[in-house]
Protein backbone atom coordinates (compact mmCIF):
# COMPACT_ATOMS: atom_id res chain seq x y z
CA UNK A 1 0.00 0.00 0.00
CA UNK A 2 1.45 3.62 -0.65
CA UNK A 3 2.49 5.54 1.52
CA UNK A 4 0.85 9.20 2.12
CA UNK A 5 3.29 11.76 2.13
CA UNK A 6 2.99 15.67 3.38
CA UNK A 7 5.28 18.39 2.13
CA UNK A 8 8.19 18.35 3.96
CA UNK A 9 8.16 14.64 5.08
CA UNK A 10 11.37 13.09 4.25
CA UNK A 11 11.54 9.12 4.22
CA UNK A 12 14.94 6.68 3.04
CA UNK A 13 14.49 5.29 -0.12
CA UNK A 14 15.29 1.81 0.95
CA UNK A 15 12.47 1.78 3.71
CA UNK A 16 9.89 2.21 0.52
CA UNK A 17 11.19 -0.06 -1.99
CA UNK A 18 14.25 -2.46 -2.29
CA UNK A 19 14.14 -1.29 -6.21
CA UNK A 20 16.25 1.83 -7.78
CA UNK A 21 14.87 1.15 -11.13
CA UNK A 22 11.98 3.58 -10.18
CA UNK A 23 8.79 5.64 -11.80
CA UNK A 24 8.18 8.64 -11.31
CA UNK A 25 4.80 9.96 -12.28
CA UNK A 26 3.41 13.80 -11.73
CA UNK A 27 -0.12 14.39 -12.09
CA UNK A 28 -1.02 18.45 -12.47
CA UNK A 29 -3.99 20.14 -14.50
CA UNK A 30 -5.97 23.40 -14.54
CA UNK A 31 -8.38 24.90 -16.65
CA UNK A 32 -6.80 26.23 -20.25
CA UNK A 33 -3.50 26.39 -18.41
CA UNK A 34 -0.23 24.20 -20.12
CA UNK A 35 2.41 22.62 -17.52
CA UNK A 36 6.34 22.07 -18.54
CA UNK A 37 7.49 19.19 -16.00
CA UNK A 38 11.15 18.53 -15.37
CA UNK A 39 13.53 17.46 -13.60
CA UNK A 40 16.95 18.74 -12.62
CA UNK A 41 20.02 17.24 -11.63
CA UNK A 42 21.92 19.20 -9.38
CA UNK A 43 25.88 18.78 -7.91
CA UNK A 44 26.35 18.92 -4.30
CA UNK A 45 26.02 22.82 -4.00
CA UNK A 46 22.58 22.31 -5.57
CA UNK A 47 23.54 23.70 -8.78
CA UNK A 48 23.11 22.59 -12.56
CA UNK A 49 26.80 22.48 -13.04
CA UNK A 50 25.85 19.87 -16.24
CA UNK A 51 23.06 20.88 -18.40
CA UNK A 52 23.38 17.41 -19.86
CA UNK A 53 21.58 16.69 -16.53
CA UNK A 54 18.29 18.84 -17.08
CA UNK A 55 15.59 16.96 -18.58
CA UNK A 56 12.64 18.13 -19.92
CA UNK A 57 10.49 18.15 -23.08
CA UNK A 58 13.59 19.14 -25.84
CA UNK A 59 16.27 16.58 -23.85
CA UNK A 60 14.48 13.41 -22.65
CA UNK A 61 17.55 11.46 -21.06
CA UNK A 62 20.84 12.13 -19.28
CA UNK A 63 23.93 10.67 -21.41
CA UNK A 64 23.87 7.81 -19.44
CA UNK A 65 20.19 7.58 -19.74
CA UNK A 66 19.78 7.25 -15.74
CA UNK A 67 16.92 9.49 -16.07
CA UNK A 68 14.52 9.56 -19.00
CA UNK A 69 11.60 11.35 -19.80
CA UNK A 70 8.50 9.03 -20.84
CA UNK A 71 5.90 11.66 -21.40
CA UNK A 72 2.13 11.09 -20.20
CA UNK A 73 0.97 7.66 -19.62
CA UNK A 74 -1.29 5.75 -16.90
CA UNK A 75 -3.20 8.86 -15.82
CA UNK A 76 0.45 10.82 -15.22
CA UNK A 77 0.73 14.52 -17.09
CA UNK A 78 3.94 13.15 -17.14
CA UNK A 79 6.13 10.86 -15.88
CA UNK A 80 10.14 9.92 -15.81
CA UNK A 81 12.53 6.98 -15.38
CA UNK A 82 15.20 7.08 -12.41
CA UNK A 83 17.78 4.07 -12.56
CA UNK A 84 19.53 5.63 -9.15
CA UNK A 85 22.47 2.79 -9.62
CA UNK A 86 23.34 4.45 -12.65
CA UNK A 87 23.65 8.20 -11.80
CA UNK A 88 26.93 9.79 -11.82
CA UNK A 89 28.27 10.73 -8.30
CA UNK A 90 28.70 14.16 -9.10
CA UNK A 91 25.01 14.46 -9.49
CA UNK A 92 23.76 14.52 -5.46
CA UNK A 93 20.20 15.58 -6.18
CA UNK A 94 17.11 15.27 -8.27
CA UNK A 95 14.84 18.23 -8.02
CA UNK A 96 11.43 17.63 -10.28
CA UNK A 97 9.24 20.42 -10.97
CA UNK A 98 6.70 21.71 -12.83
CA UNK A 99 6.02 25.41 -14.60
CA UNK A 100 3.30 27.14 -16.14
CA UNK A 101 4.32 27.70 -20.02
CA UNK A 102 2.38 30.80 -20.42
CA UNK A 103 -0.12 33.36 -18.49
CA UNK A 104 -1.71 31.88 -15.05
CA UNK A 105 -0.52 31.02 -11.71
CA UNK A 106 -0.56 28.17 -9.36
CA UNK A 107 -3.37 28.56 -7.11
CA UNK A 108 -5.77 27.70 -10.19
CA UNK A 109 -4.32 24.11 -10.53
CA UNK A 110 -6.84 21.20 -9.32
CA UNK A 111 -5.63 18.28 -6.92
CA UNK A 112 -2.54 16.70 -7.88
CA UNK A 113 0.52 14.63 -7.18
CA UNK A 114 3.69 13.19 -7.27
CA UNK A 115 4.17 9.75 -6.87
CA UNK A 116 7.28 6.91 -7.01
CA UNK A 117 6.34 3.10 -8.42
CA UNK A 118 8.56 0.39 -8.44
CA UNK A 119 7.96 -2.85 -9.78
CA UNK A 120 4.12 -1.41 -11.22
CA UNK A 121 3.58 -0.92 -7.57
CA UNK A 122 2.73 2.49 -6.42
CA UNK A 123 4.99 2.78 -3.04
CA UNK A 124 4.11 6.45 -2.04
CA UNK A 125 2.68 9.69 -2.91
CA UNK A 126 2.32 13.65 -2.16
CA UNK A 127 -1.27 14.78 -3.20
CA UNK A 128 -1.25 18.57 -3.23
CA UNK A 129 -3.41 21.49 -4.61
CA UNK A 130 -4.23 25.13 -6.20
CA UNK A 131 -5.13 26.23 -2.24
CA UNK A 132 -1.39 25.63 -1.04
CA UNK A 133 -0.27 28.12 -3.26
CA UNK A 134 -0.92 32.04 -4.48
CA UNK A 135 0.66 33.60 -6.88
CA UNK A 136 3.52 30.96 -7.81
CA UNK A 137 4.21 29.93 -11.88
CA UNK A 138 6.05 27.01 -10.82
CA UNK A 139 6.35 24.71 -7.80
CA UNK A 140 9.43 22.26 -6.69
CA UNK A 141 7.57 18.93 -6.21
CA UNK A 142 9.62 16.22 -4.48
CA UNK A 143 13.24 15.93 -4.54
CA UNK A 144 15.34 12.43 -4.55
CA UNK A 145 18.68 13.66 -2.32
CA UNK A 146 21.87 11.68 -1.75
CA UNK A 147 23.01 11.70 2.13
CA UNK A 148 25.12 8.69 2.79
CA UNK A 149 21.85 6.85 1.15
CA UNK A 150 19.08 8.13 -1.37
CA UNK A 151 16.34 9.20 0.04
CA UNK A 152 13.00 11.17 -1.12
CA UNK A 153 11.69 14.71 -0.04
CA UNK A 154 8.03 16.21 -0.26
CA UNK A 155 8.38 19.94 -1.13
CA UNK A 156 5.64 21.58 -2.11
CA UNK A 157 7.78 24.73 -2.34
CA UNK A 158 6.36 27.31 -4.60
CA UNK A 159 8.70 30.25 -6.99
CA UNK A 160 7.12 32.89 -8.43
CA UNK A 161 9.40 32.93 -11.39
CA UNK A 162 8.82 30.62 -14.55
CA UNK A 163 10.69 27.77 -15.92
CA UNK A 164 13.76 30.67 -16.70
CA UNK A 165 13.66 31.88 -13.65
CA UNK A 166 13.64 28.43 -11.93
CA UNK A 167 16.44 27.54 -14.34
CA UNK A 168 18.45 30.61 -13.16
CA UNK A 169 17.73 29.50 -9.39
CA UNK A 170 19.93 26.69 -9.95
CA UNK A 171 22.71 28.35 -11.49
CA UNK A 172 22.20 27.43 -15.38
CA UNK A 173 21.55 29.64 -18.25
CA UNK A 174 18.82 30.30 -21.24
CA UNK A 175 19.90 30.85 -23.77
CA UNK A 176 19.13 33.10 -26.88
CA UNK A 177 15.77 32.26 -29.26
CA UNK A 178 16.49 30.60 -32.47
CA UNK A 179 14.68 28.49 -34.48
CA UNK A 180 11.64 26.48 -33.47
CA UNK A 181 12.48 23.12 -31.30
CA UNK A 182 11.97 19.98 -33.41
CA UNK A 183 9.35 17.83 -32.18
CA UNK A 184 9.52 16.18 -28.54
CA UNK A 185 11.33 12.35 -29.70
CA UNK A 186 9.41 9.15 -28.73
CA UNK A 187 10.24 7.79 -25.09
CA UNK A 188 12.92 4.99 -26.15
CA UNK A 189 11.97 1.29 -25.89
CA UNK A 190 13.82 -0.76 -23.12
CA UNK A 191 14.13 -3.86 -21.14
CA UNK A 192 14.46 -3.99 -17.45
CA UNK A 193 18.68 -4.37 -16.58
CA UNK A 194 19.54 -8.22 -15.26
CA UNK A 195 19.15 -8.72 -11.76
CA UNK A 196 19.91 -11.74 -9.80
CA UNK A 197 18.30 -10.48 -6.27
CA UNK A 198 14.60 -9.62 -5.99
CA UNK A 199 14.36 -5.95 -6.21
CA UNK A 200 11.34 -5.43 -8.27
CA UNK A 201 11.98 -4.20 -12.01
CA UNK A 202 10.61 -0.97 -14.24
CA UNK A 203 7.26 -0.82 -15.01
CA UNK A 204 4.92 1.79 -15.31
CA UNK A 205 1.90 1.78 -13.48
CA UNK A 206 -1.63 0.15 -14.64
CA UNK A 207 -3.89 2.53 -16.42
CA UNK A 208 -6.69 2.60 -14.59
CA UNK A 209 -8.92 2.18 -17.83
CA UNK A 210 -7.34 -0.72 -18.58
CA UNK A 211 -9.47 -4.04 -17.68
CA UNK A 212 -6.17 -5.93 -18.67
CA UNK A 213 -3.18 -6.55 -16.40
CA UNK A 214 0.16 -4.38 -16.90
CA UNK A 215 2.85 -6.27 -18.28
CA UNK A 216 6.15 -6.93 -16.56
CA UNK A 217 7.56 -3.84 -17.91
CA UNK A 218 6.82 -0.83 -19.69
CA UNK A 219 3.24 1.21 -19.95
CA UNK A 220 0.22 -0.10 -20.59
CA UNK A 221 -1.08 0.30 -23.87
CA UNK A 222 -3.08 3.79 -24.40
CA UNK A 223 -5.02 5.54 -27.35
CA UNK A 224 -1.94 7.68 -29.12
CA UNK A 225 -2.06 10.98 -27.74
CA UNK A 226 -2.65 14.23 -30.31
CA UNK A 227 0.13 15.78 -31.43
CA UNK A 228 1.47 18.60 -29.61
CA UNK A 229 3.07 21.93 -30.16
CA UNK A 230 6.35 23.04 -29.17
CA UNK A 231 5.62 25.25 -26.01
CA UNK A 232 9.14 27.23 -25.90
CA UNK A 233 11.43 28.56 -28.77
CA UNK A 234 14.50 27.87 -26.54
CA UNK A 235 15.66 25.28 -27.53
CA UNK A 236 18.86 24.66 -25.54
CA UNK A 237 20.11 25.41 -22.90
CA UNK A 238 23.78 26.77 -21.43
CA UNK A 239 25.98 25.31 -19.32
CA UNK A 240 27.07 27.72 -16.37
CA UNK A 241 29.88 29.76 -17.42
CA UNK A 242 33.37 27.75 -17.98
CA UNK A 243 36.71 28.51 -15.71
CA UNK A 244 38.14 30.82 -18.74
CA UNK A 245 35.23 33.19 -18.85
CA UNK A 246 34.63 35.56 -15.87
CA UNK A 247 32.21 33.54 -13.12
CA UNK A 248 28.58 34.94 -13.03
CA UNK A 249 28.13 36.71 -10.09
CA UNK A 250 26.11 34.02 -7.50
CA UNK A 251 22.08 35.41 -6.11
CA UNK A 252 22.38 37.26 -3.53
CA UNK A 253 22.40 35.08 -0.05
CA UNK A 254 24.14 32.71 -2.00
CA UNK A 255 27.96 31.53 -0.97
CA UNK A 256 31.12 33.89 -2.68
CA UNK A 257 28.44 36.72 -3.55
CA UNK A 258 30.01 39.82 -3.11
CA UNK A 259 28.10 42.71 -3.55
CA UNK A 260 29.56 45.88 -5.90
CA UNK A 261 31.79 48.48 -3.88
CA UNK A 262 32.48 51.64 -4.43
CA UNK A 263 35.91 52.40 -5.92
CA UNK A 264 38.47 52.90 -2.95
CA UNK A 265 40.53 56.26 -2.85
CA UNK A 266 44.34 55.69 -2.42
CA UNK A 267 46.00 56.36 1.31
CA UNK A 268 46.18 60.01 1.91
CA UNK A 269 43.84 60.85 -1.44
CA UNK A 270 40.28 62.88 -0.74
CA UNK A 271 37.51 60.90 -1.79
CA UNK A 272 36.66 61.94 -5.04
CA UNK A 273 40.25 63.18 -5.86
CA UNK A 274 41.49 62.27 -9.08
CA UNK A 275 45.24 60.61 -8.97
CA UNK A 276 47.42 62.93 -9.58
CA UNK A 277 45.60 65.94 -8.97
CA UNK A 278 46.89 68.28 -6.20
CA UNK A 279 45.07 68.67 -3.42
CA UNK A 280 43.06 72.12 -3.64
CA UNK A 281 43.74 71.99 -7.32
CA UNK A 282 39.73 72.09 -9.08
CA UNK A 283 39.06 69.22 -11.30
CA UNK A 284 38.90 69.58 -14.81
CA UNK A 285 35.36 69.56 -16.40
CA UNK A 286 33.61 66.33 -17.21
CA UNK A 287 33.45 65.42 -20.63
CA UNK A 288 30.07 65.84 -22.54
CA UNK A 289 28.39 62.43 -22.74
CA UNK A 290 26.90 61.35 -26.10
CA UNK A 291 23.19 62.82 -26.72
CA UNK A 292 20.79 60.78 -25.13
CA UNK A 293 23.44 59.10 -22.13
CA UNK A 294 23.41 60.32 -18.82
CA UNK A 295 27.00 62.32 -17.21
CA UNK A 296 28.97 59.66 -15.42
CA UNK A 297 29.59 59.45 -11.60
CA UNK A 298 32.64 61.79 -10.29
CA UNK A 299 35.97 59.73 -10.39
CA UNK A 300 35.60 57.99 -6.54
CA UNK A 301 31.86 57.94 -6.45
CA UNK A 302 29.21 55.09 -7.08
CA UNK A 303 27.29 55.77 -10.19
CA UNK A 304 23.36 56.99 -9.53
CA UNK A 305 21.00 53.47 -8.35
CA UNK A 306 20.07 52.41 -11.83
CA UNK A 307 23.25 54.09 -13.57
CA UNK A 308 25.79 52.27 -15.47
CA UNK A 309 29.33 53.17 -14.77
CA UNK A 310 32.04 53.96 -17.25
CA UNK A 311 32.50 51.11 -19.65
CA UNK A 312 29.23 48.90 -18.64
CA UNK A 313 27.03 47.59 -21.62
CA UNK A 314 24.58 50.00 -22.58
CA UNK A 315 20.85 49.64 -21.39
CA UNK A 316 21.83 47.37 -18.25
CA UNK A 317 21.45 49.29 -15.57
CA UNK A 318 24.45 48.67 -12.64
CA UNK A 319 24.06 45.50 -10.42
CA UNK A 320 20.91 44.36 -12.31
CA UNK A 321 20.81 41.26 -14.08
CA UNK A 322 20.95 41.25 -17.82
CA UNK A 323 17.42 39.58 -18.03
CA UNK A 324 15.69 43.06 -18.29
CA UNK A 325 15.29 46.43 -16.75
CA UNK A 326 12.58 48.38 -14.56
CA UNK A 327 11.59 47.43 -10.74
CA UNK A 328 11.02 43.92 -11.02
CA UNK A 329 14.96 43.14 -12.54
CA UNK A 330 16.11 45.51 -9.79
CA UNK A 331 14.38 43.17 -6.97
CA UNK A 332 14.90 40.33 -8.40
CA UNK A 333 18.48 39.67 -7.34
CA UNK A 334 17.28 40.49 -3.61
CA UNK A 335 13.98 37.96 -3.73
CA UNK A 336 13.83 35.34 -1.77
CA UNK A 337 16.05 31.71 -1.70
CA UNK A 338 13.35 29.32 -1.57
CA UNK A 339 15.73 25.53 -1.40
CA UNK A 340 13.36 23.62 -0.43
CA UNK A 341 15.56 22.84 2.55
CA UNK A 342 13.82 23.75 6.00
CA UNK A 343 17.00 26.08 6.95
CA UNK A 344 17.84 28.53 4.22
CA UNK A 345 20.39 31.29 4.29
CA UNK A 346 18.97 34.16 2.63
CA UNK A 347 22.12 36.18 2.89
CA UNK A 348 24.86 36.10 5.63
CA UNK A 349 22.46 37.78 7.99
CA UNK A 350 19.23 37.15 7.42
CA UNK A 351 18.38 33.05 8.46
CA UNK A 352 14.90 31.34 7.02
CA UNK A 353 12.93 28.41 8.79
CA UNK A 354 10.27 26.43 7.19
CA UNK A 355 7.63 25.13 10.39
CA UNK A 356 6.14 23.08 7.74
CA UNK A 357 9.61 20.58 7.08
CA UNK A 358 10.75 18.88 10.03
CA UNK A 359 7.34 18.59 12.27
CA UNK A 360 9.25 19.94 15.42
CA UNK A 361 9.22 23.71 16.56
CA UNK A 362 12.18 26.37 16.85
CA UNK A 363 13.84 27.82 20.18
CA UNK A 364 14.80 30.99 19.07
CA UNK A 365 16.00 34.32 20.86
CA UNK A 366 13.42 36.47 21.39
CA UNK A 367 13.43 39.72 19.46
CA UNK A 368 15.07 37.39 16.71
CA UNK A 369 12.21 37.31 14.26
CA UNK A 370 12.11 40.39 11.19
CA UNK A 371 9.33 38.37 9.27
CA UNK A 372 6.98 35.76 9.02
CA UNK A 373 4.49 34.25 6.57
CA UNK A 374 2.14 31.89 6.89
CA UNK A 375 0.32 30.53 10.21
CA UNK A 376 2.82 31.11 12.77
CA UNK A 377 2.77 31.13 16.31
CA UNK A 378 4.90 32.64 18.87
CA UNK A 379 5.19 31.43 22.54
CA UNK A 380 7.88 32.45 25.11
CA UNK A 381 9.81 29.51 26.61
CA UNK A 382 11.41 30.12 29.65
CA UNK A 383 15.01 29.30 29.50
CA UNK A 384 15.21 28.04 32.93
CA UNK A 385 18.54 26.98 34.09
CA UNK A 386 19.93 29.04 30.84
CA UNK A 387 17.84 32.16 31.31
CA UNK A 388 18.77 32.28 34.87
CA UNK A 389 22.33 31.92 35.30
CA UNK A 390 23.47 33.10 32.34
CA UNK A 391 21.13 36.04 33.05
CA UNK A 392 22.25 36.92 36.19
CA UNK A 393 26.03 35.75 36.35
CA UNK A 394 27.30 37.39 33.13
CA UNK A 395 24.55 40.16 32.17
CA UNK A 396 23.63 38.24 29.20
CA UNK A 397 20.02 37.79 28.87
CA UNK A 398 18.76 34.77 27.23
CA UNK A 399 15.52 34.75 26.91
CA UNK A 400 14.01 32.02 24.14
CA UNK A 401 10.42 31.68 22.12
CA UNK A 402 9.18 29.02 20.78
CA UNK A 403 7.79 29.23 17.15
CA UNK A 404 5.30 26.52 15.78
CA UNK A 405 2.90 26.50 12.97
CA UNK A 406 3.27 26.09 8.98
CA UNK A 407 5.03 28.79 7.66
CA UNK A 408 7.91 30.65 7.35
CA UNK A 409 10.35 32.66 9.97
CA UNK A 410 13.15 34.69 9.02
CA UNK A 411 15.72 35.55 11.84
CA UNK A 412 18.66 38.30 12.69
CA UNK A 413 20.16 39.78 14.93
CA UNK A 414 22.23 42.89 15.15
CA UNK A 415 23.51 42.78 11.43
CA UNK A 416 25.35 39.26 12.93
CA UNK A 417 27.16 36.92 10.76
CA UNK A 418 24.49 33.47 10.71
CA UNK A 419 26.48 30.14 10.24
CA UNK A 420 23.48 26.57 10.30
CA UNK A 421 25.49 23.87 11.71
CA UNK A 422 23.63 20.31 11.40
CA UNK A 423 24.08 17.77 14.07
CA UNK A 424 23.53 14.06 12.42
CA UNK A 425 23.91 12.80 16.10
CA UNK A 426 26.88 14.26 17.26
CA UNK A 427 27.51 17.24 19.60
CA UNK A 428 28.93 20.83 19.88
CA UNK A 429 29.68 23.23 23.08
CA UNK A 430 28.56 27.09 21.54
CA UNK A 431 28.97 30.12 24.07
CA UNK A 432 25.68 31.12 25.14
CA UNK A 433 25.79 34.39 23.71
CA UNK A 434 26.80 32.99 20.43
CA UNK A 435 23.44 30.61 19.70
CA UNK A 436 20.58 32.46 17.99
CA UNK A 437 18.00 29.69 17.47
CA UNK A 438 18.00 25.59 17.13
CA UNK A 439 15.51 22.82 16.42
CA UNK A 440 13.51 21.90 19.22
CA UNK A 441 14.28 18.34 18.46
CA UNK A 442 18.27 19.10 19.97
CA UNK A 443 19.46 18.23 23.40
CA UNK A 444 20.93 20.98 25.03
CA UNK A 445 22.00 21.71 28.58
CA UNK A 446 24.81 24.62 30.14
CA UNK A 447 28.36 24.12 30.71
CA UNK A 448 29.61 26.34 32.81
CA UNK A 449 33.83 27.08 32.57
CA UNK A 450 34.83 29.35 35.58
CA UNK A 451 38.01 31.14 35.90
CA UNK A 452 39.07 34.28 37.39
CA UNK A 453 39.42 37.38 35.21
CA UNK A 454 36.86 36.27 33.04
CA UNK A 455 33.33 38.80 33.25
CA UNK A 456 30.89 37.25 36.15
CA UNK A 457 32.98 35.00 36.84
CA UNK A 458 32.44 32.17 34.28
CA UNK A 459 32.24 31.05 30.96
CA UNK A 460 28.62 29.74 30.00
CA UNK A 461 27.90 27.32 26.67
CA UNK A 462 25.50 25.76 25.49
CA UNK A 463 25.85 21.64 24.65
CA UNK A 464 23.48 20.81 21.72
CA UNK A 465 23.81 16.84 20.59
CA UNK A 466 20.83 15.01 18.73
CA UNK A 467 19.82 15.71 14.87
CA UNK A 468 18.48 18.84 14.10
CA UNK A 469 20.47 22.36 13.02
CA UNK A 470 21.50 25.11 15.62
CA UNK A 471 22.33 28.57 14.28
CA UNK A 472 25.49 30.41 15.85
CA UNK A 473 26.15 34.14 15.25
CA UNK A 474 29.51 35.76 15.03
CA UNK A 475 30.52 39.14 14.38
CA UNK A 476 32.61 38.74 10.83
CA UNK A 477 33.78 35.38 9.37
CA UNK A 478 34.77 32.57 11.86
CA UNK A 479 37.74 30.91 11.78
CA UNK A 480 37.77 26.87 12.28
CA UNK A 481 40.84 25.15 14.20
CA UNK A 482 42.14 22.32 15.02
CA UNK A 483 42.74 21.64 18.68
CA UNK A 484 46.47 20.77 19.72
CA UNK A 485 48.69 20.79 23.13
CA UNK A 486 49.18 24.57 22.02
CA UNK A 487 46.03 26.03 21.29
CA UNK A 488 44.85 28.98 23.58
CA UNK A 489 41.95 31.33 22.69
CA UNK A 490 40.61 34.51 24.20
CA UNK A 491 37.37 33.48 26.13
CA UNK A 492 35.25 36.48 24.53
CA UNK A 493 36.33 35.75 20.97
CA UNK A 494 35.71 31.82 21.29
CA UNK A 495 32.25 30.90 19.70
CA UNK A 496 32.25 27.19 20.00
CA UNK A 497 34.35 24.06 20.14
CA UNK A 498 33.70 20.26 19.71
CA UNK A 499 32.00 18.71 22.50
CA UNK A 500 35.06 15.93 23.26
CA UNK A 501 37.71 18.98 24.11
CA UNK A 502 38.62 19.86 27.47
CA UNK A 503 38.90 23.71 28.41
CA UNK A 504 41.10 24.72 30.70
CA UNK A 505 41.79 28.21 32.05
CA UNK A 506 45.24 29.08 31.41
CA UNK A 507 47.54 31.15 33.72
CA UNK A 508 48.67 33.63 30.58
CA UNK A 509 47.30 37.01 31.42
CA UNK A 510 47.31 40.43 29.01
CA UNK A 511 46.18 43.39 29.41
CA UNK A 512 43.56 44.57 27.31
CA UNK A 513 43.60 47.32 25.78
CA UNK A 514 40.63 49.49 26.42
CA UNK A 515 39.30 48.10 29.92
CA UNK A 516 35.00 48.44 30.29
CA UNK A 517 33.36 49.72 33.09
CA UNK A 518 33.37 47.80 36.31
CA UNK A 519 35.70 44.90 34.30
CA UNK A 520 39.71 45.24 35.81
CA UNK A 521 41.33 45.28 32.56
CA UNK A 522 42.25 41.66 32.56
CA UNK A 523 40.87 38.59 30.50
CA UNK A 524 42.10 34.86 30.73
CA UNK A 525 42.98 32.98 27.63
CA UNK A 526 41.60 29.57 27.57
CA UNK A 527 43.04 26.21 26.89
CA UNK A 528 41.89 23.38 24.68
CA UNK A 529 42.98 20.26 24.55
CA UNK A 530 41.49 17.03 22.63
CA UNK A 531 42.65 14.28 20.71
CA UNK A 532 42.90 15.13 16.66
CA UNK A 533 39.44 15.48 15.20
CA UNK A 534 38.81 18.39 17.76
CA UNK A 535 38.53 21.61 16.63
CA UNK A 536 37.63 25.21 17.54
CA UNK A 537 35.92 28.34 16.11
CA UNK A 538 36.54 31.92 16.72
CA UNK A 539 35.44 34.93 15.64
CA UNK A 540 38.00 38.00 14.80
CA UNK A 541 35.78 39.95 17.33
CA UNK A 542 35.91 40.25 20.94
CA UNK A 543 32.38 40.84 22.40
Known amino acids: MAREFQRGHKAKLSDLTPGTDLYVGVQIAAPGLT ?4 CFGLDANEQLSDDRYFIFFNQPK ?10 AQSGDTESFRVTLDRIPAAIQKLSFTATIDGPGQMSQVGPGYIRIVAGGEEVVRYAFTGSEFTTERAVMLGDFYLKDVWRFAAVGQGFDGGLEALLKNFGGEVAEEEEAPAAPQAAPGFAPPAQATAPPAFAAPPAP ?5 APSFGAPPAPAPAPQQPMHAAPTIAAPLTPQAPPAPAPYGQPGHQPPQPPQPQFGQVPGQIPGQHPGQPAPPAPTPPYGQPAPAPYG ?3 PFGQQPPGAPQGVPQGLPAAGAGLHAALQLYKETATGQRWTPQNQQLMRVDLTMGGAGVLARQGSMVMYQGKVDFGYKGAGFVGR ?10 QLMRCTGRGQVFLAEEGSCLHPIELQGDAICVSAESVLAFDESLQYEVRRVEGHGIPGGALFAMQFQGTGT ?7 TPVVLPVTPTTFADCNAVVAWSAASQVIVSSQVRLRRNAYPGHSGETVNLQFRGAPGNFIVVQPYEV
Not at 389 to 398: D, I, K, P
Open 389 to 398: VVGNATGQEM
Open 35 to 38: FDIS
Open 470 to 476: VVIKTHG
Open 301 to 303: QPA
Open 62 to 71: SPEESIQLLG
Open 209 to 213: QAPQP
